[in-house]
């Protein structure tokens, strides 16, 4: 048994780990346990997610008998054990530190604001059947621009890539989670130039083709739309996700 990576490419980290995975050549068996979409569709996590991942969620990275979850953990694990390029993450003390200050503003900035597009544009009218709150996803979207925002003057800068010149795994966790509004039609980078520049720069440096394998699914989410909803699940849902339009 080699390398077994459980992923949902719904998931922002799980791209992160795919899009990882295949640009350096690890070799890995993907497993799409697909939890998200059987989630909305009322079937049970799979037995072996089940077993290695208590709160059945992915990623979760199986090598041999050894498991890991959560989406940095994993990426730092295949970083190392694989002995990846520098530039990815690092030696150099410093400029280590500058990917990991990154990783961790990422948390409670982009990764609390850019994933709430696809509620309010896509998940809260597909359970609840009511029309799109556009104050609610004006708010939001405030909150993403001030994180943008941040991320230029903090991170970006005037450098080609978040912390440097070459791509890390701080522009990676980065594209993953801004295509999530992306793949929900709020074209984030239309009027920020400098960012819509580094998009670029970091599309080419992970090439073409694996960031459309790995983004193919955000970037035709509203597919949902037209799927059957388990009732039992809509029922409990339902009510919760009306309250978050008011």
């Not at 079937?43 to 041999?64: G, I, Q």
């Not at 690092?90 to 948390?107: C, G, I, M, T």
């Amino acid at each position: 048994m080699g390398l077994e990576l459980y992923l949902d490419l719904l998931s922002q980290p799980c791209r992160a780990i795919y899009i990882f995975a295949k640009k350096n050549n690890i070799p890995f068996e993907f497993k799409d346990v697909e939890v998200f979409r059987d989630s909305i569709l009322g079937m049970k996590a799979s037995e072996s997610l089940r077993k290695m991942n208590v709160v059945k969620k992915v990623p979760v990275l199986r090598d041999e008998d050894f498991c890991l979850s959560e989406g940095i953990a994993i990426l730092l694990y295949l970083s190392r054990k694989y002995n990846t390029p520098d530039h990815w993450y690092p030696s150099d003390l410093q400029k280590r530190a500058k990917v990991d200050e990154y990783l961790s503003w990422h948390q409670i900035n982009i990764r609390s604001n850019a994933p709430k597009t696809m509620w309010i544009k896509v998940l809260i009218p597909l359970f609840t059947g009511q029309p799109l709150p556009s104050e609610k996803l004006q708010e939001v979207m405030e909150g993403l621009a001030a994180s943008l925002k941040q991320l230029e003057d903090m991170f970006l800068q005037d450098k080609p890539f978040l912390v440097g010149n070459e791509i890390s795994l701080a522009d990676l966790t980065a594209i993953v989670e801004l295509m999530q509004p992306v793949g929900v039609g709020c074209n984030i980078f239309e009027d920020r130039p400098k960012l819509a520049a580094w998009r670029k720069r970091v599309e080419e440096a992970i090439g073409k083709e694996i960031f459309l394998q790995a983004h193919k699914l955000i970037l035709n989410i509203q597919e949902l739309s037209n799927i059957q909803i388990n009732p039992q699940l809509k029922a409990q849902l339902g009510p919760v996700l009306l309250k978050m339009l008011k």
